[in-house]
């Protein structure tokens, strides 16, 4: 079975400082690797996403992710952080290979990033 | 605009009593998902549901749920008899293929309460 693991569950950074957290996932397999990002009274939203390739991804609003495989990691890092992004941020896998629907996502806990104009 | 929509926003309820949640793709989706998240927990995959019939269930998606696709649109989810442990925000999702992958696009949730 998946797993997710987000170390930080509360982070507070002034504007401008640079971000990064954390996620390890355990898995035997192939892997997709998704962040999420949820904005106070929002809905779940689409950061980034890796499949294959380039193990360094962008997304939106200056997010990046990079995967490392040997350490089953996919940390989130944007180098300027403003007071919009301010959120709870989500990561999440699902298996790499799969059939028809079968590619329920595995959410870790979330962190919950606090900028501080 | 959203992939999804979900209805109610809100529902309240008593416990025993039956809830059906539903989900409304914009477009012309045909994998659908069902998410809770529990207050101060992490969001949990419940179910996926593909050409009219389940994909995959976790191990929460007991015979007290329920899904279907009645009318071709709406996507519903049923709690036969809610317990107080049922309330949780619900989140539908669709997949869309985008670029050569795949990406599951949440709605905004149903807050369900169980009293």
């Known amino acids: 079975a998946q797993s997710v693991s987000q170390h930080n569950h509360h982070v507070i950074l002034s504007e401008a400082a640079s971000l990064e957290l954390g996620c390890n996932y355990s898995?035997?397999?192939?892997?997709?690797l998704f962040w999420y990002v949820q904005y106070p009274g929002q809905h779940l939203q689409l950061l980034l996403k890796?499949?294959?390739?380039d193990p360094l991804v962008k997304g939106i609003k200056g997010f990046e992710a990079e995967f490392i495989k040997s350490k089953f990691s996919f940390n989130l890092r944007k180098p300027s952080v403003q007071w919009s992004d301010t959120a709870e941020y989500f990561c999440a896998v699902n298996a790499g290979s799969w059939g028809g629907g079968a590619d329920g996502l595995t959410f870790g806990k979330g962190t919950h990033l606090i900028i501080q104009p | 605009e959203p992939e999804v929509t979900q209805t109610p926003s809100h529902q309240v309820t008593q416990m025993g009593q039956e809830v059906i949640l539903r989900c409304v793709p914009i477009s012309n989706h045909l994998y659908f998902y069902w998410y809770r998240q529990i207050l101060g927990q992490k969001v949990e995959f419940l179910v996926s549901f593909y050409n009219n019939e389940i994909s995959e269930k976790s191990e929460i998606f007991d015979d007290q749920f329920s899904v279907e696709r009645p009318d071709g649109s709406n996507f519903t989810l049923k709690i036969r008899s809610t317990k107080l442990e049922d309330s949780a925000m619900y989140f539908c999702?669709?997949?869309?293929?985008?670029?050569?992958?795949?990406?599951?696009?949440f709605g905004p949730g149903t807050r369900l309460t169980v009293l």
């Open positions: 999702a669709t997949k869309r293929t985008s670029g050569g992958t795949d990406t599951q696009y």
């Open positions: 890796y499949f294959s390739g």
């Open positions: 898995y035997g397999g192939t892997v997709n």
